[in-house]
């Protein structure tokens, strides 16, 4: 990797902000804070962070955020939980108010990034990655090459209708869902359960986080298995906070075996994928850093531009 400076790497949630100091090459100082409903609020924040790390001379700020992040504008295009990003535009506007430079990056797409120059995609070519958190995020990888362009992702039919059905079991799946759904259920206020917590409701026998569980495995193996269809991916990597859960892979893979093993519930999209072939076991693998892939991808972003404008500014002297 290239020589940076320190770095402030933020990966920007609907439920938190997760942020870590990037220096000699390793991640440290790592926490959370609960995501900010204001750009205000959101400067304020970040700014008593530079504060704090002051004596380290922090250099720039490595950002990985949902939406879909326009390097040449400043702005995140699309929806998600953190509205805050998506009014007009935001990158420069965040460097003014820090003083830094700052790059942006998806959430998914620093996922992949990470895992495919130091992760569990270092050997593939064609991979997808699944990152689990407020949402679902989806990063593609065609030929060694994350598809970071919208043109890109959606110009197949195939993307339209994975999306689609990732975008419908979105509640179904996020951690951050299933604490609100079972907090409700069982009479609490929406935000007073997590997603660790909804587990440890199931290990003390909650019948309500046992079934709330359940469903998540088998919409999150629903996904598995359309991605797969659509894709045909070498791997799919899955990561996110849930990703260190260690019974995660193998009650997943327990559950897509048997919607496999039984009547064929995909039947109705067989003809969009025009593959005669029969559904095929996904390869999936839980990303290597887990819920630090987005922060480390945030900072090999930072050093991509960073290199790139370093270089620019030599050839032109």
């Not at 990034?113 to 407020?134: C, D, K, P, W």
Request: aromatic content about 8%.
């Amino acid at each position: 990797m290239q020589h940076t400076p320190v770095l402030l790497a933020l990966d920007i949630g609907g439920s938190a902000v997760k942020y870590g100091i990037w220096q000699n090459e390793a991640l440290s100082h790592q926490s959370s804070f609960p995501t900010p409903l204001t750009r205000k609020q959101f400067y304020t924040a970040i700014q008593q962070l530079c504060e704090e790390f002051a004596a380290l001379a922090i250099g720039g700020i490595a950002v990985s955020c949902p939406g879909e992040p326009d390097e040449t504008t400043g702005i995140v295009h699309g929806m998600s939980y953190v509205p805050f990003l998506h009014v007009g535009e935001f990158q420069q506007e965040f460097a003014a108010q820090l003083g830094l430079p700052v790059t942006l990056q998806n959430d998914a797409d620093s996922a992949a990034l990470a895992e495919m120059t130091l992760g569990v995609g270092r050997h593939y070519q064609n991979a997808l990655f699944t990152i689990i958190g407020s949402g679902v995020g989806l990063a593609v990888v065609k030929e060694g090459k994350i598809l970071k362009d919208s043109a890109e992702k959606i110009d197949t039919f195939e993307k339209f209708v994975a999306d689609k059905i990732k975008v419908m079991k979105n509640s179904k799946v996020s951690p951050v869902q299933l604490g609100r759904t079972v907090a409700l259920k069982n009479f609490k206020w929406p935000r007073t359960l997590d997603g660790k917590d909804v587990f440890e409701l199931a290990k003390q026998g909650n019948t309500v986080a046992l079934q709330e569980i359940e469903r998540m495995y088998e919409a999150l193996a629903e996904i598995m298995i359309v991605l797969n269809e659509a894709y045909s991916p070498e791997i799919i990597g899955l990561g996110g906070g849930i990703s260190t859960n260690p019974e995660l892979l193998p009650k997943l893979n327990e559950q897509i075996r048997q919607q496999l093993s039984t009547q064929n519930k995909f039947s109705l999209f067989k003809p969009l994928y025009k593959k005669e072939a029969a559904t095929q076991m996904p390869k999936i693998e839980i990303c290597h850093f887990k819920k630090d892939a987005n922060l480390i991808g945030a900072v090999l972003h930072f050093q991509e531009v960073y290199h790139l404008n370093k270089k620019q500014n030599q050839e032109q002297e």
